[in-house]
T-cell receptor, first 111, second 115 residues
Framework: KNEVEQSPQNLTAQEGEFITINCSYS?????LHWLQQHPGGGIVSLFM???GKKKHGRLIATINIQEKHSSLHITASHPRDSAVYIC?????????????FGTGTSLTVIP | DGGITQSPKYLFRKEGQNVTLSCEQN?????MYWYRQDPGQGLRLIYY???????QKGDIAEGYSVSREKKESFPLTVTSAQKNPTAFYLC??????????????FGEGSRLTVL
């Protein structure tokens, strides 16, 4: 059983389209992370949010704690947005926090 | 600039050899993690550490070993006991293991191929 589920797995969009990536989780959390993995393999943190909505440039992340669901939106998509987007949740164990990751959404934006 | 440095970026290993992947951070983070990434799967935790000279096994620790002799360094050794070591390995850090609001920082990854 995967604690974190993402959809869709793959997404192809035309440049300029509005994109939505979804993340659902099955456990109680206090925060959720959205990450971006670029084609070279490195990962950068996009958002960490525990309620409501956050916006950075053309990226918007929302979370509904009661429904255990988060979405990542990209407005006016551009080919440079092509990457794998991963959501992650921290779970607390007695030995400390561990993160559980979705399998990622591979986004390709075509010019 | 603060960040995490992993090396080497690409590594080839013959069967039966141990290899060590380097991970260094200058973020002054207490918590460090090693993950393995395989195609079609989410990141899986190998080992993590919250303090110098202490580390814990993750979900897939068999065939791997780590050390944490310095706060900024958390090297991973892939031993010959790891039956399927070909994968992409990512090192990460966060401010502390008991902070759920800690942002995760990742290195650029190391791609290991067994010949």
């Amino acid at each position: 059983k995967n604690e974190v589920e993402q959809s869709p797995q793959n997404l192809t969009a035309q440049e300029g389209e509005f994109i939505t990536i979804n993340c659902s989780y099955s456990v109680g959390i206090s925060a959720l992370h959205w990450l971006q993995q670029h084609p070279g393999g490195g990962i950068v943190s996009l958002f960490m949010l525990s309620s409501g909505k956050k916006k950075h440039g053309r990226l918007i992340a929302t979370i509904n704690i009661q429904e255990k669901h988060s979405s990542l939106h990209i407005t006016a998509s551009h080919p440079r947005d092509s990457a794998v987007y991963i959501c992650a949740v921290p779970l607390y164990f007695h030995t400390g926090n561990q993160f559980y990751f979705g399998t990622g959404t591979s986004l390709t934006v075509i010019p | 600039d603060g960040g995490i440095t992993q090396s080497p970026k690409y590594l080839f290993r013959k069967e039966g050899q141990n290899v060590t992947l380097s991970c260094e951070q200058n973020l002054n983070h207490d918590a460090m993690y090693w993950y393995r990434q395989d195609p079609g799967q989410g990141l899986r935790l190998i080992y993590y550490s919250q303090i110098v000279n202490d580390f814990q096994k993750g979900d897939i620790a068999e065939g791997y070993s780590v050390s944490r002799e310095k706060k900024e360094s958390f090297p991973l050794t892939v031993t010959s006991a790891q039956k399927n070591p070909t994968a992409f390995y990512l090192c990460a850090s966060s401010i502390a293991l008991d902070r759920v609001d800690g942002e995760l920082f990742f290195g650029e990854g190391s791609r290991l191929t067994v010949l």
